[in-house]
C-alpha cells in the first residue's frame, strides 16, 4: 500500500535545497502537507489509534481505530471549527495592507494527553495561524506557571485528568507581569472522527498562517527543564518541514506502521507524525504514550502489519527484561527499533543488539530540530552502523567543529534564529564512519563546579554505574562543596528498612567507583563509600522528564536533605587509606604535633613523596597535594583535635597553612596566622626576596615558563614562527611524584598539550628550536630546581631572553602559599644577570652587546584599587607605572602574589639596571584574553573578567608580548608618545589589554540586539532583553539562587556591590600608551563590535554559558 503514496515536494532553507527554492510545487507548512496529503492520499492511513473500550460483557479490551488522510483533514477542519466558537482570546492573524506586514496574536496552550486528538488540535491551530504552545503532561504547576508568563498564553485547552495542575498553575500567575489566562475543557478526538459525510475539500490552511522563515510564532516547544526550570523555545513552519523530511527510506521500507510511544508534545514525537504526513510511514499511537512492556506486546499482536517502532530507552529497558522473551521476540521482527531522548543502557543495548533487533540511534534538539535519519540498518549490505552512534542527517546545514581531547561537537542554523545554535553534546566520531556517525560521550551543562572551582565531568562514572546490572542510573552532584557525590538507584528496589541490603548494594557501587576513580581527576574522584546515597525511599525515584532523559537538577531538590546529610556525615568522616596506620583520634597532638600532622599526611591521603624527600616547611602544594587531599587533611585535623579543642577548622585551613609548620602553629595559636594581614605579609615577601645581590650559589632560568598553558602555548607558537628567534627553551614542571613511571619525553608531553589545543608546530620547527626541560618549581635553589642541574651553564651561556608565565591558577591559596614563586622570580633573575657576567667576562661581543632581558607576565589584578591611593588624586587612568602600595592589588592571594614579584623586579632593576644595563627588566600586566580568533571560544572560567569591556584574543596577547619582549628604546618617531621615562634603572611596564573601548550603551546595543540572546529572552518575538536600572539589576542577582553556574555573578557579589560602578563607569581606565607604542599588534586590535559581540555570545552558549 506504501507504494502507492505519493510524497509531497518539502522545501526548508537549507544549501542543499536551493534548487527548490522558486519551485512552485513545493510545499512549506506541515497543514499544507495536510491539505495535499487529503487530495493526493485520501484514503491511506494516516494514524492508527489504539483505545480501550468495553465489551458487552463489561469486560475491558484493546481495539485499534484507522484514520486516513482525509478524516484527518476532516477532523482539524471541524476541531478548527469549534475552535473559533469557543476560545474567546484567540485571535487570527492580521495583515497590513499599506505594509503587508503580518501580526499574530496571542499563544494557545495545549495541556492534554499525547493521542491522535493533540495532533488534530496542533494542526488546527497551526493552519489557522494561532501560536500553539505545547505542554508536557509532566510540568509541574510552577514550570506551567512559567510557560505561560513567558509566552504571553491568553487560554489553555486541557483534559480532565490535568484540569487540577493546570489550574493550579493559572493560579499562581502575577497579575503585575503576565495577563489573565481562560481555561478551556478540550474535546475528546472522536467528536471530530464522526462519521458524517467528508467535507467539502477546504483548506486548513489560513491566511497569513504562514509568513516566511523567520516567522518564530508557530509552536512553541519547551525544554525538558533538567536544568531548572524549562524554557519556552519557539519555532517556524520550517521547523516541522524539516521533521518531515528526516528520512531516509524507500517506498517499501516505508509499508506497514510505526508504532510510537513517544508523546507529541516533544520534538521525537512529532516526528513519527511528520513522518506519516511526508512518506506514509503510518503512525500508531499506544493508548497511552506510557505503557507497560506488557500491554506494547498485546499491541504488537493486534496490530499484525507493525513493522518499526520509535521509543525511548526505559521502555526498551522494560521489554528487554520481560520474564518471558516476548519482548525481544517482538522487536525481533521489526525494519528498526528508533530510539531517542536519553542514553540506552549499555547492558540492554548490548543483549538486544546481540539478540538481533535493529536499533537505530536517534538525536535531536528542540532548538535545531531532529538531527539523524530514520532509515533501516542495513549490516548484510556492508553498512558499518553500530547502534551506540547516531548518524547525523546530510540535507541541513550543521557543522562538525573537532575540540580538544579528540572529540567534537556540532553547530546548527535553527530556522529563522538567523544566527548559529552550538549543540551541548560532547562527541567522538565513529572510526568506520568517521563524517557521518558520531557517539555522545557528555554534555556542556552536566559540568559540576566545586566550591574550590575545579570542574567536575560526571559522565565516565554516571556511564559506567548505568552499565552496571544491579544499577538502573546514577546522578553525580556536589555544586557549591568541596568534593562530589553520586546518588544511585538500584534496578531491583531496596527496602529503606533493609540495612545490610542497602550496605551490600553500597559496596557493590564503591567497587564501580574505585575502578572509575583511577580514570579521573583527583579532585572528581568519590573519597568514600559515604560519598554515595542509595535511593531506597518508597516512592522517591530519581526524576526523568518525557523524553526519559535524568532531570540532574531536579534530581539535587528532591534528594536535598539525603544530600545535605551525607555531607554532614563526611565533615565527621576521616579517611584511613593504609591498613593498620593509627587513627587520627589515637594520635597524640598535644606530645609532637608536628611528628603527628606529618603522619595524617604521610600516611592518610594517599601522599606519594616517600619520609625524607618533603621537610616540615615544604610548600604542600607546590609538593603536588591536590583538592581532594587537602579536604581528607583538613577532616582528619578536626577529628584528631576534637577531643581536645573546641577550636574550628574552616574549610580553606589546609589552604591558609599548607605545611607543616604552619599548621602546627596556626593549631597551637588558635589560628592567630588566619589574621595576619594580607598587605604585612606581602611587605614581608618583598623585604625577604627583594635582596640588593643574588648569593653566590644562586641559580634558576628559564627561557618560558608556563608553555602548557593557553597564553604559554601561543607564545610558544608565535615565537617560533620568528626568523630571528633560534631556539626556544620551555622548562615545565616535573611530576610530584617520584613513583611516576612514563616513556613519554617532556617534549612529547608539550606536542599532545598543543594537539589537545588543537595547534600545531611543523615538525622541523619541534626538531630545530624546541627544547624542554624539567624542573621541581616547589624548590627552585639551587640551579632553578632543574632535574638535571648542568644544564643551568648551558642556559647561562645562550640564554638571551627570559618570559617569567608560569603561574599556579588556584584561586583558594593565600599569598603565604606563593612562597615557592617568589623564590623562581628571584632565581630568574639571577639567571639574568648571570648571563651577563658570563657574557662580560668572556667577551661574547655578538651576546654582551645587548644585555639579556627578564619578563614577567603579571595581572591587571595587581592594579585594581590604584584610584584608591592618595598619590592617584582620583585619576581615572592606571599608568604604566609601578604601583604605589600593597593596598593597590586585589585582596586575593593571586593577586597579592603577583604584585609581589612586581616589587621584587623593581628592587631588582635598582641594583643591576641604570647606566650599567646588566639586565633589562620588564613586567606585562595583563588582563582578560578571549579564545584565539581562529577557534572562536572563550574560557568562561577565565577569574578576572573584562571588567572595562577590554577585550584580548590569546593569539593577540601573544603577538604583542612578543613586540614588547624585543622592544628596545628607539629615537624613531611613533605616533604614540612616551608617558613614562625611559629609565633601565626602574622595568619597563606595560599594560597588555585592548585599548579600544566603547561606551555600555554600544555593548548593550549589541547585546540586545544579538539573535541568539533575542532568542533566549524573547520566546515569541516580543521586544528582547530589557535594560534595568543597576540597583535593580543589582536587587535581583542577589535574591537568586546561590547557583554557581546559572548565576555566576553571585560568586562576585560583594565586587558588584561595592566595587562594580566605581570601575565600569569609566573612573578607572588601564592606560595603554607605552604598550601601544612598542607594539604593532596592539595597535591592529579592533573594536569590539557587534560581530566580535556575536561570536562571543555563540561561544558562551556552546559551553552553556548561557543556559
Same mark, same amino acid.
Given at each position: ?60 479490551? &484493546? $481495539? =485499534? +481505530?484507522?484514520? !486516513?488522510? %482525509?478524516?484527518? *483533514? ?6 478548527? /471549527? ?70 504571553? &498564553? $491568553? =487560554? +489553555?485547552?486541557? !483534559?480532565? %485528568?490535568?484540569? *487540577? ?6 493560579? /499562581? ?76 527510506l524507500t517506498p517499501s521500507e516505508a509499508e506497514g506502521l510505526n508504532v510510537s510511544t513517544l508523546p507529541l508534545y516533544h520534538g521525537f514525537g512529532i516526528l513519527a507524525m511528520c513522518l506519516s504526513l511526508s512518506v506514509g510511514l503510518t503512525m500508531c499511537l499506544p493508548v497511552n504514550s506510557v505503557s507497560s512492556a506488557e500491554a506494547l506486546v498485546d499491541l504488537f499482536t493486534l496490530l499484525k502489519n507493525a513493522r518499526s517502532m520509535m521509543t525511548v530507552p526505559s521502555v526498551l529497558d ?134 574550590t572551582g575545579e570542574k567536575v565531568l560526571p559522565g565516565l562514572l554516571e556511564a559506567a554505574i548505568a552499565q552496571d546490572e544491579e544499577c538502573k542510573v546514577g546522578v553525580m552532584f556536589g555544586r557549591g562543596q568541596f568534593e562530589a557525590g553520586v546518588l ?620
Open positions: 500500500m506504501s507504494s502507492s503514496f505519493v510524497r509531497p515536494t518539502l522545501y526548508y532553507p537549507s544549501s542543499k535545497l536551493k534548487h527548490l527554492l522558486n519551485d512552485p510545487n513545493t510545499i512549506k507548512t506541515l497543514p499544507a502537507v495536510v491539505d495535499f496529503n487529503a487530495a493526493r492520499n485520501p484514503n491511506y492511513t494516516f494514524c492508527v489509534q489504539a483505545e480501550k473500550v468495553k465489551t458487552a460483557d463489561g469486560e475491558s479490551t &484493546t $481495539r =485499534a +481505530v484507522t484514520i !486516513s488522510h %482525509r478524516e484527518f *483533514r476532516d477532523g482539524i477542519l471541524r476541531c478548527q /471549527g469549534w475552535l473559533l466558537r469557543t476560545v474567546a482570546e484567540m485571535q487570527l492573524p492580521i495583515t497590513t495592507i499599506s505594509d503587508g506586514v503580518t501580526t499574530k496574536g496571542p499563544p494557545v496552550a495545549l495541556l492534554m494527553e499525547s493521542n491522535v486528538g493533540l495532533a488534530i488540535h496542533i494542526l488546527a491551530l497551526m493552519g489557522l495561524g494561532v501560536p500553539v504552545l505545547i505542554l508536557s503532561t509532566r510540568l509541574s504547576p510552577l514550570a506551567i506557571q512559567e510557560l505561560l508568563t513567558t509566552t504571553g &498564553t $491568553r =487560554a +489553555v485547552l486541557t !483534559s480532565p %485528568r490535568l484540569e *487540577r495542575v493546570c489550574r493550579e498553575g493559572v493560579a /499562581g500567575l502575577d497579575p503585575a507581569s503576565a495577563p489573565a489566562v481562560s481555561i478551556y475543557g478540550r474535546q475528546p478526538y472522536g467528536a471530530f472522527l464522526s462519521t458524517q459525510e467528508p467535507l467539502s475539500a477546504r483548506s486548513i490552511c489560513n491566511a497569513g498562517h504562514h509568513t516566511d522563515e523567520t516567522d518564530l510564532q508557530v509552536i512553541i516547544l519547551h525544554s525538558s527543564g533538567s536544568t531548572g526550570l524549562p524554557k519556552a523555545i519557539p519555532q517556524s513552519h520550517e521547523y516541522f518541514v524539516g521533521h518531515a523530511a528526516c528520512y531516509d522494560d521489554l528487554a527484561q520481560m520474564e518471558t522473551d516476548a519482548g525481544i521476540q517482538t522487536l525481533q521482527k521489526l525494519q528498526f527499533v528508533a530510539v531517542g531522548g536519553g542514553p540506552l543502557s549499555p547492558p540492554v543495548g548490548t543483549k538486544l543488539a546481540a539478540a538481533g533487533v535493529p536499533l537505530l540511534n536517534h538525536i535531536g534538539a528542540t532548538e535545531v530540530g531532529a538531527l539523524s535519519p530514520i532509515f533501516v540498518p542495513k549490516p548484510a549490505q556492508g553498512d558499518k552502523y553500530d547502534y551506540r552512534y547516531f548518524r547525523l542527517r546530510q540535507d541541513f546545514d550543521i557543522d562538525v567543529l573537532d575540540t580538544e581531547g579528540g572529540r567534537c561537537r556540532l553547530v546548527g542554523h535553527p530556522f529563522g534564529l538567523g544566527a548559529p545554535f552550538p549543540i551541548q553534546d560532547q562527541l567522538v566520531r565513529s572510526a568506520d564512519n568517521p563524517e557521518t556517525d558520531f557517539l555522545v560521550v557528555g554534555r556542556d551543562d552536566d559540568v559540576i563546579v566545586l566550591a544511585v538507584e538500584p534496578r531491583r528496589p531496596i527496602e529503606s528498612g533493609d540495612r545490610k541490603g542497602g550496605e551490600r548494594f553500597r559496596d557493590h557501587v564503591w567497587e564501580i567507583v574505585k575502578t572509575v576513580n583511577e580514570k579521573l581527576d583527583a579532585h572528581a574522584r568519590l573519597s568514600s563509600p559515604k560519598s554515595i546515597i542509595i535511593v531506597t525511599t518508597p516512592g522517591k525515584a530519581i526524576p526523568r522528564s518525557s523524553k526519559d532523559s535524568v532531570l540532574r537538577q531536579e534530581a539535587w531538590r528532591v534528594f536535598e536533605s539525603e544530600i545535605e546529610a551525607m555531607y554532614q556525615e563526611l565533615d565527621g568522616y576521616a579517611l584511613s587509606s593504609t591498613p593498620g596506620v593509627d587513627t587520627p583520634s589515637m594520635i597524640n597532638l598535644d606530645a609532637d604535633l608536628e611528628g603527628g600532622l606529618r603522619d595524617l599526611v604521610q600516611n592518610n591521603i594517599g601522599w606519594r613523596i616517600p619520609v625524607g624527600q618533603w621537610a616540615d616547611d615544604d610548600d604542600f602544594f607546590e609538593l603536588g597535594m591536590d583538592s581532594l587531599q587537602a579536604l581528607e587533611l583538613r577532616r582528619l585535623i578536626a577529628t584528631a583535635i576534637k577531643s581536645t579543642t573546641t577550636k574550628q577548622i574552616s574549610r580553606d585551613f589546609v589552604y591558609r597553612h599548607p605545611s607543616i609548620l604552619k599548621l602546627s602553629n596556626a593549631i597551637r595559636g588558635g589560628d592567630a596566622a588566619a589574621n595576619t594581614t594580607s598587605a604585612s605579609e606581602m611587605d614581608r615577601f618583598i623585604a625577604k626576596y627583594a635582596a640588593s645581590k643574588p648569593p653566590a650559589d644562586a641559580g634558576h632560568v628559564i627561557l618560558l615558563t608556563g608553555s602548557t598553558g593557553s597564553l604559554g602555548t601561543h607564545l610558544v607558537q608565535h615565537l617560533s614562527s620568528l626568523p630571528s628567534v633560534s631556539r626556544i627553551i620551555c622548562v615545565v614542571r616535573k611530576p610530584s611524584s617520584p613513583t611516576t613511571t612514563t616513556t613519554v619525553s617532556p617534549k612529547d608531553q608539550l606536542n599532545a598539550t598543543f594537539s589537545a589545543r588543537h595547534m600545531s608546530l611543523p615538525p622541523e620547527i619541534w626538531t630545530a628550536k624546541i627544547d624542554v626541560l624539567q624542573a621541581d618549581f616547589s624548590k627552585p635553589a639551587p640551579f632553578l630546581g632543574l632535574v638535571e642541574p648542568h644544564h643551568y651553564d648551558n642556559l647561562r651561556r645562550t640564554v638571551t631572553h627570559i618570559i617569567h608565565n608560569g603561574w599556579p591558577m588556584d584561586f583558594n591559596r593565600h599569598v603565604s602559599s606563593f612562597e615557592s614563586q617568589f623564590q623562581l622570580t628571584r632565581g630568574l633573575l639571577h639567571l639574568a644577570h648571570d648571563i651577563h657576567t658570563y657574557h662580560h667576562h668572556h667577551h661574547h661581543s655578538n651576546l654582551s652587546a645587548k644585555p639579556p632581558v627578564f619578563m614577567f607576565i603579571s595581572s591587571i589584578a595587581v592594579a585594581a584599587n590604584y584610584s584608591s591611593e592618595p598619590q592617584s588624586a582620583g585619576a581615572c587612568m592606571v599608568p604604566e607605572i609601578p604601583m604605589p602600595s600593597s593596598r593597590c592589588p586585589l585582596p586575593i592571594g593571586y593577586a597579592q602574589a603577583k604584585y609581589v614579584c612586581e616589587r621584587i623586579i623593581e628592587d631588582f632593576a635598582a641594583v643591576h639596571g641604570g647606566d650599567g644595563g646588566e639586565v633589562v627588566t620588564k613586567y606585562v600586566r595583563v588582563g582578560q584574553m578571549t579564545g584565539a580568533r581562529g577557534s572562536g571560544m572563550w574560557n568562561t572560567s577565565e577569574h578576572f573578567p573584562a571588567l572595562t569591556l577590554s577585550w584580548l584574543p590569546v593569539d593577540i596577547a601573544a603577538a604583542s608580548l612578543t613586540d614588547l619582549l624585543f622592544h628596545t628604546p628607539s629615537p624613531s618617531p611613533s605616533p604614540f608618545p612616551s608617558t613614562t621615562p625611559l629609565s633601565q634603572s626602574t622595568p619597563e611596564i606595560y599594560h597588555l589589554e585592548n585599548p579600544l573601548r566603547q561606551s555600555w550603551d554600544d555593548i548593550l546595543t549589541a547585546l540586545e540586539t544579538n539573535p541568539t540572546l533575542a532568542s533566549k529572552f524573547s520566546p515569541t518575538n516580543t521586544p528582547g532583553p530589557t535594560r534595568l536600572p543597576y540597583e535593580t539589576w543589582l536587587e535581583r542577582m542577589l535574591a537568586a539562587p546561590d547557583d554557581g553556574d546559572r548565576n555566576p555573578a553571585k560568586k562576585m557579589a560583594g565586587f558588584f556591590q561595592k566595587e562594580f560602578e566605581h570601575m565600569a563607569q569609566g573612573k578607572v581606565v588601564l592606560g595603554t600608551e607605552e604598550a601601544r607604542r612598542c607594539s604593532p599588534a596592539l595597535r591592529a586590535v579592533g573594536i569590539v563590535d557587534a560581530g566580535l559581540v556575536g561570536r562571543y555570545v555563540d561561544a558562551w552558549r556552546a559551553v552553556g554559558f548561557l543556559d
